[in-house]
């Protein structure tokens, strides 16, 4: 079972930044493929961001369209952490914002974090 914890969320006035981290309890973090989601009030959880492994695929990274050119998704297998770098925030980004991680066979996420409440205020 892989515990994954966020942190890093706060409220943000438009046009600020902010980095959120996920930490993950699993010693073989550096196989999985994390991913960030985000679910506003009313709305669907929707894919933010992801990243392959760094030995599998290279460290291939996805993004939303919502947020390419913002926000940055990296790893650090050594600290069992992935971050989020989110510029230029909107208030149309204020959601919960949850890490999640499964292995590079699987299409679906398996392990979820309790999520990170991100606000930009207008």
């Known amino acids: 079972q892989v515990q994954l914890v966020e942190s890093g969320g706060g409220l943000v006035q438009t046009g600020g930044s902010l980095r959120l981290s996920c930490t993950a309890s699993e010693r073989t973090f550096r196989t999985y493929v994390l991913g960030w989601f985000r679910q506003a009030p009313g709305k669907e959880r929707e894919f933010v961001a992801s990243?392959?492994?760094?030995?599998?695929?290279?460290?291939?990274?996805v993004y939303a369209d919502s947020v390419k050119g913002r926000f940055t998704i990296s790893r650090d297998d050594a600290k069992n952490t992935v971050f989020l770098q989110m510029n230029s925030l909107k208030p149309e980004d204020t959601a919960v914002y949850y890490c999640?991680?499964?292995?590079?066979?699987?299409?679906?996420?398996?392990?979820w974090g309790q999520g990170t409440q991100v606000t930009v205020s207008s």
């Open positions: 999640a991680s499964r292995l590079p066979v699987r299409v679906e996420y398996d392990y």
């Open positions: 990243i392959t492994s760094i030995t599998w695929r290279g460290g291939n990274i």
